[in-house]
């Protein structure tokens, strides 16, 4: 009791003047409609300062959550796109048959997508790899293509049942077809391990046309990706020794930003590679 006395005594003078200040301004906004006015308009300014303060914490407490969603979305939009685009190209002209009016046309996408949390990411060595939370027990397999909504991530190389490592696109060991979107003229693009946002592409021939900025993307070559996967765009090019250019690639993914990827599922490309080993091996 004595404590808070001293207390009281002590600081007196201070609780006074705002005291007094308290019963000025109320008498200020009793007589005068205009300070009444400012005086509420202030009051408003804090109290909407507050809330947008208080809903910017809890937009960013909530922001993982909307990050899962979007992601969901995203995997069902990739979903619903492939099988979009196998019954624009795979499905043959209608030709009317007497024999066969009931016969329903069946379609199979082509190509399975499956998301997965990033949770180890390398950038700064030669064999660059990622760590994924999902392996056999979710369907992943090795050779699989990893993507983002922004370009090409990597290939899987091994799997565990809830794991699975990639094999960054920066990584000097991996090498994938690619293809200008605009001429059509593919290459091989691979990491010269120097930048980590700048990947080379080679063998494009020094007849195709050639434009800084034109885009990248993947050739439909491989077993493993699509065709029109983004990569990047063209930042400079010169000529090597031979007759071929060598072109700097800008790549379009953000490395050391991954957070969520695809896993991309090519269900008939064992049938592919069974068909070319057999193919290479008879010449």
């Given at each position: 009791?004595?404590?808070?006395i001293r207390?009281?005594?002590r600081?007196?003078?201070?609780?006074?003047?705002?005291?007094?200040?308290?019963?000025?301004?109320?008498?200020?906004?009793?007589?005068?409609?205009?300070?009444?006015y400012?005086?509420v308009?202030?009051?408003?300014?804090?109290?909407?300062?507050?809330?947008?303060?208080?809903?910017g914490?809890?937009?960013?407490?909530?922001?993982?959550?909307?990050?899962?969603?979007?992601v969901?979305?995203?995997?069902?939009?990739?979903?619903?796109?492939?099988?979009?685009g196998?019954?624009?190209t795979?499905?043959?002209p209608?030709?009317?048959?007497?024999?066969?009016?009931?016969?329903a046309?069946?379609?199979?996408?082509?190509?399975?997508?499956?998301s997965a949390?990033?949770?180890s990411?390398?950038?700064?060595?030669q064999?660059?790899?990622?760590?994924?939370?999902?392996?056999?027990?979710n369907?992943?397999?090795?050779?699989?293509?990893?993507?983002?909504?922004?370009?090409?991530?990597g290939?899987?190389?091994s799997?565990?049942k809830?794991y699975?490592?990639?094999?960054?696109?920066?990584?000097?060991d991996?090498?994938v077809?690619?293809?200008?979107?605009?001429?059509?003229?593919?290459?091989?693009?691979?990491?010269?391990?120097?930048?980590?946002?700048?990947?080379?592409?080679?063998?494009?021939?020094q007849?195709?046309?050639?434009?800084?900025?034109?885009?990248?993307?993947?050739?439909?070559?491989?077993s493993?990706?699509?065709e029109g996967i983004?990569?990047?765009?063209?930042?400079?090019?010169?000529m090597?020794?031979?007759s071929f250019?060598?072109i700097?690639?800008?790549?379009?993914?953000?490395f050391?930003?991954?957070?969520y990827?695809?896993?991309?599922d090519?269900?008939?490309?064992?049938?592919q590679?069974?068909?070319e080993s057999?193919?290479?091996?008879?010449?």
């Amino acid at each position: 009791m004595n404590s808070l006395i001293r207390f009281l005594f002590r600081y007196h003078i201070i609780f006074l003047f705002v005291f007094l200040e308290v019963i000025a301004l109320v008498l200020i906004s009793s007589d005068s409609l205009y300070q009444r006015y400012r005086m509420v308009s202030a009051a408003r300014s804090v109290s909407g300062a507050l809330h947008d303060w208080v809903g910017g914490i809890s937009d960013y407490v909530d922001l993982r959550d909307q990050n899962d969603i979007l992601v969901r979305e995203n995997l069902n939009l990739r979903r619903k796109l492939a099988d979009y685009g196998d019954m624009e190209t795979n499905i043959a002209p209608y030709v009317p048959d007497t024999l066969l009016q009931d016969t329903a046309i069946k379609v199979v996408a082509q190509y399975h997508y499956y998301s997965a949390k990033v949770v180890s990411n390398s950038v700064n060595k030669q064999h660059n790899f990622i760590t994924i939370k999902a392996g056999t027990s979710n369907g992943v397999r090795p050779q699989m293509g990893v993507i983002t909504s922004n370009g090409l991530v990597g290939v899987v190389k091994s799997c565990s049942k809830n794991y699975s490592t990639v094999i960054s696109l920066l990584n000097t060991d991996l090498k994938v077809s690619a293809k200008l979107r605009r001429t059509g003229y593919f290459g091989s693009f691979a990491w010269d391990g120097i930048s980590q946002d700048i990947v080379i592409l080679s063998e494009i021939p020094q007849n195709a046309d050639v434009v800084v900025g034109d885009t990248v993307v993947t050739s439909g070559y491989s077993s493993m990706f699509p065709e029109g996967i983004m990569l990047g765009f063209i930042k400079d090019f010169d000529m090597t020794g031979g007759s071929f250019y060598r072109i700097r690639v800008k790549l379009s993914s953000e490395f050391q930003k991954l957070n969520y990827v695809y896993l991309v599922d090519n269900v008939q490309s064992e049938e592919q590679t069974q068909l070319e080993s057999i193919d290479i091996k008879n010449d």
